[in-house]
């Protein structure tokens, strides 16, 4: 790339103050990497379901961490009235909606990957719940009803527009949203890396671009930081491992451009115990939530 293709790539995603330019920018950073490292084909029609291989793996991690209580499920439990009806909002393998149903008159599980949905299907079973639908399909061009309550946790990471996605939530709402999202530490080795690449320490679609996006769309959002979550430090086999996951992060697996530097950053701030390189922990949650009037 040119010095100055290269500089207008860098403007490009640090979108100056348009937060939700920001937000599609680096949704689309991220989506040019396959999860097996490779570029993604622009020509390819090839349509893969990511979480294949990975819906029970994904299952059992949350399992673990919801073995201890977190502030972001103890104030969204609270907030839902008895017998309301609640939307939740790519569902992933059904923490969220087996957690409400017992509270609920009725959940909506919108989902959009078929594995993710087995998963949800058994776990509902297992559980005896039989008041969650599931819609298969993708927010927000899903038809569902409105809900009291809607409620989206980790799930908005894959969507360019994120006005879109929010402004469909609170049409499908009757009382309150809720986003559940990443809250990365400033500090953090992914921070670093951002601000080597694009001059800004925002790695990824996360907390302070969606609060600001939602204030330029003239909500009111409050923020709670989550407090107790239980996450596991990531691990990686060996540097070049650290070195991919790195690179898919920030949509760079078509390019050695930046090896040098994340390979001396990673050499700096990754620990190594018992024969694995443990990530320095840098990503927190928060819940975002307001009420639709
Ligand atoms: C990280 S998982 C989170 C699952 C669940 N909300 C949780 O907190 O355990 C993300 C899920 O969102 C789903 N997803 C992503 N974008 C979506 C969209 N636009 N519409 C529906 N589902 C979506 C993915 O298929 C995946 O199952």
């Not at 640090?14 to 950073?29: E, K, Q």
């Not at 298969?136 to 006005?163: I, K, Q």
Request: proline letters at 5%.
């Amino acid at each position: 790339m040119s010095v100055g293709a290269d500089r207008r790539a860098r403007l490009r995603i640090a979108g100056a103050t348009d937060w939700a330019a920001l937000w599609r920018n680096l949704v689309l950073a991220r989506a040019r990497c396959l999860d097996d490292g490779s570029a993604v084909d622009p020509r390819s029609s090839r349509c893969i379901d990511p979480w294949e291989s990975r819906a029970r793996d994904y299952d059992e991690r949350v399992a673990r961490r919801w073995t201890k209580p977190d502030s972001t499920r103890q104030f969204v439990l609270a907030q839902i009235a008895e017998g309301a009806t609640l939307l939740d909002i790519g569902a992933g393998t059904g923490a969220w909606a087996a957690m409400m149903a017992p509270h609920a008159a009725r959940v909506t599980a919108v989902e959009r990957s078929p594995a993710m949905i087995r998963v949800l299907e058994e776990n509902l079973a297992a559980r005896g719940i039989t008041n969650v639908s599931v819609v298969e399909g993708s927010w927000p061009e899903v038809t569902v009803e409105r809900h009291d309550f809607s409620l989206c946790a980790h799930a908005m990471y894959w969507s360019p527009d994120l006005p879109a996605f929010v402004g469909r939530m609170i049409a499908c709402t009757r009382r309150m949203c809720f986003l559940a999202l990443r809250a990365p530490s400033p500090q953090g080795i992914m921070a670093e890396a951002a601000l080597h690449l694009w001059g800004h320490p925002i790695d990824s679609p996360n907390l302070t671009i969606a609060t600001n996006v939602l204030r330029q769309m003239g909500l009111s959002p409050h923020v709670l930081m989550e407090r107790g979550g239980m996450r596991e430090p990531r691990q990686s086999a060996s540097l070049e491992d650290a070195l991919q996951r790195m690179k898919r992060h920030f949509g760079l697996c078509d390019t050695t451009e930046h090896d040098e530097y994340f390979g001396a950053l990673l050499r700096r701030r990754l620990g190594y115990e018992g024969g694995r390189y443990v990530w320095p922990p840098d990503d927190g949650s928060a819940l975002i939530y307001w009420t639709v009037e």
